[in-house]
């Protein structure tokens, strides 16, 4: 069994910063790309960054500049720096990891970000 344990999330001000971050516990296996997605509210869930396990990242266009991934592979966790927050950026994080050599991958529980203007 592995759980995925997210913290950081919360509310705070438009221009301010949040640090989330999802640890791997349980069954531990090598892991592959880990990866944050958001979902707010009417809307569909995104990618917002992703790391591989060599260290390769993308964002998406609106995150760009003003987030940062990063993973500490030792305690098999993953990051997700947040600057200049936005409104728009108000949703549910969820983390996601990928299972090194599988199609496996498995998801958060979600940590709500509120971004007030």
């Known amino acids: 069994q592995v759980q995925l344990v997210e913290s950081g999330g919360g509310l705070v001000q438009a221009g301010g910063s949040l640090r989330l971050s999802c640890a791997a516990s349980?069954?531990?296996?090598?892991?592959?790309?880990m990866a944050w997605y958001r979902r707010a509210p009417g809307k569909q869930r995104e990618l917002v960054a992703a790391i591989t396990s060599g260290g390769s990242t993308n964002y998406a266009d609106s995150v760009k500049g003003r987030f940062t991934i990063s993973r500490d592979n030792g305690k098999n966790t993953v990051f997700l720096q947040m600057n200049s927050l936005k409104p728009e950026d108000t949703a549910v994080y969820y983390c996601?990891?990928?299972?090194?050599?599988?199609?496996?991958?498995?998801w958060g529980q979600g940590t709500q970000v509120t971004v007030s203007s």
């Open positions: 349980g069954s531990i296996f090598r892991i592959a790309a």
């Open positions: 996601k990891v990928d299972r090194a050599g599988t199609s496996l991958y498995y």
